[in-house]
């Protein structure tokens, strides 16, 4: 389980990622298209294209998580425009949303 705080950074790349890629493929893709430090303090949130997929990428201080949630049924909704690569949203908003809830209105642009 993710341990969520009020003070945890959350980003979600609002751009369907290939999730075919590996752990090596999302810390690339935080670095280099993302422009950011995979090892900050800062949970990196994924979806697939089908939008029935999230994956989570996160740095403990001592190496790299990276988590898949899937629906059993459904699609998550609400996830923020396509306008920015990156949307910072609260640990509320994340908790949320990996329930599988209905969500947007607690999306914030980054």
């Known amino acids: 389980m993710i341990h969520l705080t009020t003070q945890s950074r959350i980003l979600l790349a609002t751009h369907p990622a290939d999730f075919r890629k590996g752990l090596d493929g999302f810390i690339a893709l935080c670095r280099l298209e993302l422009l950011q430090d995979p090892r900050s303090d800062t949970l990196f949130v994924f ?34 425009s396509e306008g920015q690569a990156l949307s910072t949203v609260t640990a509320r ?16 642009a980054a």
């Open 47 to 80: 979806i697939n294209k089908d939008r029935t997929l999230l994956r989570v990428l996160s740095y403990d201080g001592s190496g790299f998580w990276l988590m898949t949630k899937r629906l059993s049924k459904g699609k998550f909704r609400g996830w923020p």
């Open 93 to 108: 908003a994340l908790s949320v949303l990996l329930k599988g809830g209905d969500w947007h209105p607690l999306a914030q």
